[in-house]
């Protein structure tokens, strides 16, 4: 390849939680001593959600995809691929590289509260530990990630386990740390018994030396002070930085998908809307939360756990969900079946029914964007656009509400609303799913969205949930009030569609692009075909 190369590591969600941040490392590391003029750097979503973690050569003249970086060995190839020269690599910095992208994996997961994402891998990292002390800290992670999901006895099942093993010491510091955290876990437990007992067996503990002193007393320390916290015997059921809500409803909107309508008491819930000091200061932002699936073990290839997690963008406002409402468009994929959305359309099959007890566990709201900038990274957070254009299909076009609402003074998140300039919607859709549409008319009537195009495509034959969903009239909803704003194209969202777009638009401009993984693809690299640079786009997964 050329020597003035760049090569793109996504470190967008689904990239994320696949290890593109261990993949940028060791890039970064693998690179040194090989052909110079590579610079590396990280990126937005690339478009290849499902074939992640993923990345990008770019040359002045041609570019080169890579897909599926999921071990060292692929990033080595990629190295010599682009260098054109094999990386020096011997068997220390691979063991090291290789555990550096296990641990981030991990890492990665906890931060977003993925708690079953977060135990997967851990059992044969722990088969495969080369020592004692890879093996305490493996299980130390285990035990605060089940603790985390509300598996305190598993929890504690796990360290006592490994403490069986060995003879408890003041020099072996790892072991020290497991046996705070098991003192943790029953203080939650409300096991008092066990907490002195596990008290009384590090005071009998002698040292030797000043320093060992120290550590004992440091310990005991701690130990004395889980006793006398007040202990909440339920609290190991909780899923930390989830909340429990229940199904109020279902609004069927087209014969595949469906609002569905949460609610909840739960002072755990937290909110979208994150605060400075004295609440003056606002960062504004688009969020989600996460749904876990309880699909069962059997059924769970993602993690050790009974549930799945998943995803989803609320079009409820900041607001409805500080006082307990929150509405999630789904679509519904029963061919093939959707493991998430099958178990969801079960269980809410039985809404309304005494025999239906089912919580729903959704996580407090995580940040999807920075708004006013609509990207996902944190730098430049604040910087305004001229325009804005949204690119969505299917049920992507759930960012347009949440963008929609920094847009009004009633939902923003502070006084004044960060999005000002014009915003342009290109929206892809099929004839018998199309979403969203009288809200998006009204928002062209009203202002909110400057111009509107929305391409439809005939309908394809698969089995409708809601198949008594009459079709959404789009040419009747945009009608001739609004001519000006709104374009309804019949056919698939080309090149040429684009540029008459963009030339309407003021730069510079921030494009959004959200929908299906080949969607979000296509839609980059009609872009690049145009001559719009990865710079100004973000790509969301939907």
Known sequence: MSSRTKIYVCQAGSCRRAGSEAVLLEIEELIQGTKKGVCVEASGCLGLCSQAPNAMAVTDTSELMFTEISDLSCTVALVKRVSGSIPRIDSTKMTRLEKARRLRLRMQAREESKWNLALSGVAEDLKCACSDEDRLELIQDQANVLAAAGLGEEALEAIDGILKEYVLKLQNIPMLRLVLDKAKLLARLGKDKELAALRESVDQLQPCGYRESNTKTQVICILEQNQIINTNVHASQRVQNYAKWHLDGITPVSSHS?????????????????????????????????????????????????????????????????????????KLYLEPPGCATSWLHRVSANTGKESSATEFWLSRPMKTMHVPSLTTGTQNINRKH?????????????????????????????????????????????????????????????????????????????????????????????????????SIIKGRLSVNILQAELKKLKEPLRVVITGPEGFNGAVRSMLEQIGVGLDAITILSA
């Not at 009974?306 to 409820?316: G, H, L, V």
């Not at 076009?397 to 609402?405: D, G, N």
């Not at 999005?419 to 909110?448: H, Q, T």
């Open 258 to 330: 469906a609002v569905y309508h949460f609610r909840s008491n739960d002072d755990m819930r937290g909110t979208p809307i994150r605060k400075g000091r004295g609440g003056r200061t606002v960062w504004s932002k688009t969020w989600h939360t996460t749904l876990l699936a309880y699909v069962g073990e059997a059924n769970n290839k993602e993690g050790p756990l009974p549930w799945i997690e998943r995803d989803y963008t609320p079009i409820s406002t900041a607001q409805d969900w500080e006082q307990g409402r929150c509405d999630i468009l789904i």
């Open 386 to 486: 001229e325009s804005v254009l949204l690119i969505v299909a299917g049920t992507g076009v759930v960012a347009v509400p949440q963008i929609m609402h920094h847009a009004s003074m009633e939902t923003c998140f502070g006084g004044r609303p960060p999005v000002k300039g014009p915003v342009s919607v290109i929206y892809s859709c099929r004839r018998d799913d199309a979403l969203l549409i009288s809200e998006m008319a009204n928002w062209c009537r009203d202002g909110f969205i400057q111009r509107c195009v929305v391409a439809i495509t005939d309908p394809k034959p698969s089995a409708a949930v809601f198949p008594y969903i009459k079709d959404v009239d789009v040419e009747a909803s945009f009608g001739e009030k609004i001519p000006n704003a709104s």
